[in-house]
């Protein structure tokens, strides 16, 4: 399944279901809702269908900028204090990818900066952080897909379909 010019795993980091429900179609069924209330916030990334609220990306490439709208989005509302403080002030989501971890210790800003200095926007400093993955799953077609299964209990999402 191809997301534009170039797949890219990029979600929505969202304060609550409503912010989810403005960009996506995740609330067209009542046992999604019941899903997203049972499991978030916590560790899980859904993809769901996006609205044509969602803004058009934007891809630099050599020569000129290509933007393209994207069909799904992955969402996320976050099970981290410092996370969902930033979420409440700004009152908006925030659009983001994961961060390349070996899993091996705590996560330190200062060596993500070193390594990704030119490719990130912004940083939170917060001390030194436990870098949990979520589990992603696909809900854009008629039966749940798990792309990934990490910390979030992949029972827990399917029990309501």
């Known amino acids: 399944r191809e997301e534009g010019p ?3 795993p990029l979600s929505l980091l969202c ?10 179609t ?3 069924l009542k046992n999604t809702f019941k899903m997203l209330k049972a499991c978030l916030p916590g560790l899980y990334t859904f993809i769901f269908p996006a609205t044509n609220e969602l803004p058009r990306m934007i891809v630099d ?3 000129h900028a290509k933007m393209w709208k994207r069909k799904e ?6 099970d981290d204090e410092v996370c969902m403080a930033l979420l409440k002030q700004l009152d908006t989501p925030l659009l983001c990818a ?5 899993g091996s210790g705590p996560f330190c800003v200062a060596t993500a900066l ?3 200095q030119s490719q990130v926007d912004f940083v939170v400093e917060a001390g030194e952080r436990n870098l949990v993955k979520s589990s992603v ?3 854009t077609g008629m039966e749940p897909e798990v792309l990934r299964e990490e910390a979030g209990s992949i029972d827990d999402v399917l029990s309501f379909y």
């Open 26 to 28: 995740a609330l067209n």
């Open 61 to 63: 490439h050599k020569k």
């Open 114 to 116: 070193n390594e990704f």
């Open 6 to 8: 170039t797949r890219k």
């Open 98 to 102: 994961g961060v390349p971890h070996d």
């Open 15 to 24: 304060e609550s279901i409503s912010q989810i429900s403005h960009y996506t």
């Open 73 to 78: 989005i992955g969402v996320r509302i976050p």
């Open 137 to 139: 799953i696909d809900l």
